[in-house]
């Protein structure tokens, strides 16, 4: 059986041959370029005519496709919400993906970014093995993949997982209001504004953020500060590293995971601070749930949805079997 798994981003679009076993046959990558709407639509179509043209060049046939897209995937009218791409509000992604494979009799079907790569992981990466888990997705903003027995928790409206929105401080900010809590203060977006706002506040600041400009600086500035030992950055980063202790807190307190996974874009450089985020969450987690947890960094790194995606094809959607099945 081969398949076709797709990672749909806000900057581009990776798509992927599998065999029914996880090797990646191909892999094809097409950035986005600021299309909208129907032009995504139009590019995601263009990548499957690309990979199934090397399915008949390697005389095999294309039996399902995973999508994998950054936002929500409306399971029952088969409608996506991507926030990041201009006119995906309420876009018929599985609509046009049904029409193209209904000649062949294949399948189609799209889950959020943050399940596909739970998923991924699952399949072929850290996860392995795991029945309740959480995939941690720490990049522009916050999401979470929740395996529990087995199963993705999807939740009554496809929302689950919306961890940005995790209520981590007491007392609540105006700032919250676009991103939600834990997104503000540990986001790759957040991180940069809170970095922001300390070198706002700080007087006579000559560290080596001070030569940025203030829309152009990046979570990537912050930690190449904290490498060099910049007092703002290390405040920035030790609140990122409260947020995420907490945030896997209150993960292991209500689902009692063998396995939360840290991913996205994030970690990357933030990895190193796993120690620290497990002695924070330890404060707060139900104590033999946190004992008996792992907190590690994704194996799969960024193509952890890909391979979600392409699992999501081969399962057509359905609960998660084990890879011993």
């Not at 929105?165 to 007392?171: C, F, G, H, I």
């Not at 896997?248 to 970690?267: D, M």
Request: net charge neutral; aromatic share 8%; hydrophobic share 45%.
């Amino acid at each position: 059986m081969t398949i076709i798994g797709l990672d749909l981003g806000g900057t581009k679009l990776a798509g992927g041959l599998f065999d029914e076993t996880g090797n990646l046959l191909e892999r094809r990558i097409a950035p986005l370029d600021k299309r909208s709407g129907p032009e995504v639509g139009a590019l995601v179509v263009n990548l499957i005519g690309d990979l199934r043209t090397e399915a008949g060049r390697r005389n095999i046939g294309i039996q399902a496709i995973g999508v994998s897209i950054p936002g929500i995937a409306h399971a029952a009218s088969g409608r996506v919400w991507a926030p990041n791409i201009p006119g995906w509000e309420d876009y018929p992604l599985r609509e046009e993906l049904a029409a193209l494979m209904r000649p062949s009799g294949g399948t189609v079907a799209i889950e959020s970014d943050r399940a596909c790569s739970m998923m991924g992981e699952r399949w072929k990466g850290a996860a392995q093995g795991c029945q309740n888990a959480v995939f941690l997705a720490v990049g522009t903003g916050i999401g979470a993949g929740i395996l529990v027995d087995g199963r993705i928790v999807r939740g009554s409206q496809d929302i689950a997982g919306a961890t940005g929105w995790m209520a981590l401080d007491r007392q609540f900010r105006e700032e919250y209001v676009s991103c939600g809590c834990f997104e503000y203060h540990a986001s790759g977006n957040g991180i940069a504004k809170v970095a922001r706002a300390h070198i706002a506040a700080a007087r006579g600041y000559r560290g080596p953020m001070a030569s940025i400009l203030p829309d152009a600086l990046t979570a990537r500035h912050v930690f190449e500060a904290y490498d060099q030992g910049d007092s703002l950055a290390v405040e920035t980063l030790g609140g990122a590293i409260r947020a995420w202790g907490a945030a896997t807190a209150n993960f292991v307190s209500l689902f009692n995971p063998e396995l939360i996974i840290f991913g996205g874009g994030v970690f990357g450089p933030a990895g190193r601070f796993l120690e620290d985020i497990r002695r924070e969450a330890t404060k707060w987690a139900q104590p033999i749930s946190m004992q008996s947890v792992r907190l590690e960094v994704s194996s799969l790194g960024s193509d952890a949805a890909l391979y979600g995606a392409g699992f999501l094809a081969l399962s057509n959607g359905r609960s998660i079997p084990s890879p011993e099945a």
